[in-house]
């Protein structure tokens, strides 16, 4: 006789109030246990933002590069090695928006992301990827920044609009017609008011852009050219245009987004912030529902920031190697100052430490370093007669 699927309650009697170790029908038990993976699911959401972690950025070791053979040229390698198979997917698509944008904007000369060359000379800059960690600096990015400015992925509009967050430009690199939905993702609001809100912003596009999406904009637009590295694709793409103002991007958003931070605005330091380029520790590629969450296959391990264990895809993990090989000088050895502020992810991290060309610490501590002389005046203007040190 096959035995009756049954369950046991367990000992632990602060999940529910039912006798220690009584028999359920399958059912209930099913419910209790639905209940404590929303508890555990909770947990793991506050353990991800704990304090601790933040403590920790003080003391995580650091070493003096990339510890894989072959030097830093290995990460560019790597970072490059799918290029062949999105530019076969996306060829004659790139061209014909270039066409279609053309044709509506006319000279993409006039609408030049150089009209903002060096307005952010010698000044931070925030960039802003779409990981999961960005809940965790949302606030301290709608506080007041100064003159920081904010380079955003497009893919965080909703998410920025809803909490807040005014971002200096929005970053478009995709061709897909995914970035229009994408648009009002994780967003509390019905999409026609994301769209509205785009009359007040800036959007930073690249000429291969969804002409659907540029089209629907509002505010102000600025473009920017990307090839594809074949002299097939070059020659085509100047039968249509000759603008040149070209991003090196990596293949991925958050790389066109520093482009603009760092070689158009001039900013120095960057400060990344949503930089995780995996998933998080409660299985969210976001820091919101998306469809990526339910894509959690096709995976492989990597260490955090932290020396944890994370889950990202192959494509990610080569998206972080472009990034430390930029940290480390990238092709023309010009290494930048750079901070990394997610405050999560992989960014930098290897099993042996964090890379010392990318400084580990909080969104919180670095926005206070830049904006410490703003106490100067509040100190002064006190009646009492004590001296005061700022630090």
Request: aromatic fraction near 12%; hydrophobic fraction near 40%.
């Amino acid at each position: 006789m096959e035995p009756i699927l049954q369950k046991v309650v367990p000992t632990d009697t602060t999940v529910s109030n039912t006798v220690p170790g009584m028999v359920l029908p399958l059912s209930a038990t099913d419910v209790m246990v639905d209940n404590l993976k929303k508890r555990v699911a909770a947990l793991e959401e506050k353990l991800s933002d704990a304090v601790i972690f933040r403590d920790y950025l003080q003391l995580a070791p650091y070493i003096p590069g990339p510890p894989v053979p072959g030097g830093p040229q290995a990460l560019y390698d790597r970072a490059c090695s799918a290029d062949n198979v999105t530019i076969k997917q996306w060829f004659d698509i790139w061209l014909d928006h270039v066409a279609k944008n053309k044709k509506r904007f006319g000279d993409f000369e006039k609408m030049s992301v150089m009209q903002d060359y060096a307005a952010s000379a010698l000044q931070p800059v925030i960039v802003a990827g779409s990981g999961p960690s960005l809940k965790k600096n949302v606030k301290a990015l709608a506080a007041e920044r100064g003159n920081i400015k904010v380079v955003s992925c497009l893919h965080n509009f909703a998410f920025f609009e809803d909490n807040g967050v005014n971002a200096d430009y929005y970053v478009n690199l995709d061709a897909g017609d995914v970035t229009i939905s994408e648009m009002s993702q994780g967003g509390r609001e019905p999409e026609p008011h994301y769209w509205e809100r785009t009359k007040d912003r800036t959007l930073v596009t690249a000429i291969t852009g969804h002409p659907d999406l540029i089209n629907r904009w509002k505010g102000r637009v600025l473009f920017y050219n990307v090839i594809a590295p074949t002299p097939e694709y070059i020659h085509r793409l100047k039968e249509i245009t000759k603008f040149n103002v070209t991003y090196s991007v990596g293949g991925n958003s958050l790389g066109a987004c520093l482009y603009h931070a760092k070689a158009i605005l001039g900013g120095c330091p960057i400060a990344y912030v949503g930089a995780d380029f995996c998933f998080g520790y409660n299985k969210k590629f976001h820091s919101w529902d998306s469809p990526y969450d339910k894509q959690f296959s096709g995976l492989m391990k990597a260490v955090d920031i932290y020396g944890m264990p994370v889950w990202t895809w192959p494509s990610y993990f080569n998206f972080k190697c472009f990034f430390d090989f930029l940290a480390c000088g990238g092709q023309g050895n010009q290494p930048g100052q750079y901070y990394n502020c997610t405050e999560g992810g992989i960014l930098g991290a290897y099993n042996e430490g964090n890379i010392v060309q990318i400084k580990q610490e909080s969104l919180a501590a670095f926005l206070w370093s830049y904006n410490l002389h703003k106490r100067i005046p509040e100190l002064l203007s006190r009646d009492e007669a004590n001296y005061q040190f700022l630090y």
